[in-house]
């Protein structure tokens, strides 16, 4: 069964930083485009940033020259780094593998991890 397990979120003061982690097993990582997603109260989920096999990156214009988002297909983990954070960028943050060939499609989400920006 495919997993992916975020870490690092945390309580954070406006203008600081966290960096999320997202491991994921049982999965051939490589062929996946990963991507953060967030979702905050009474809101719709968002896609933050992606990431493609070819190291192809997008980002949401709200997080654009603030949050990086990174991989290593060696060892199977997806990163967003956030800098200069905003109350605004307050939600719980998940994790996503998307493959999708011809007709073939899988999808995979984390189970999210509270970001909490305030001070």
């Known amino acids: 069964q495919v997993q992916l397990v975020e870490s690092g979120g945390g309580l954070v003061q406006p203008g600081g930083s966290l960096r999320l982690s997202c491991a994921a097993s049982?999965?051939?990582?490589?062929?996946?485009?990963m991507s953060w997603y967030r979702q905050a109260p009474g809101k719709q989920r968002e896609l933050v940033a992606a990431?493609?096999?070819?190291?192809?990156?997008n980002y949401v214009d709200s997080v654009k020259g603030r949050f990086t988002i990174s991989r290593d297909n060696a060892k199977k983990l997806v990163y967003l780094q956030m800098n200069s954070l905003k109350p605004e960028d307050t939600a719980v943050y998940y994790c996503?593998?998307?493959?999708?060939?011809?007709?073939?499609?899988?999808?995979?989400w984390g189970q999210g991890t509270q970001v909490t920006v305030s001070s």
């Open positions: 996503n593998a998307h493959f999708q060939e011809s007709w073939t499609e899988y999808d995979y």
């Open positions: 049982r999965i051939a990582f490589s062929i996946y485009t």
């Open positions: 990431i493609t096999t070819d190291g192809t990156r």
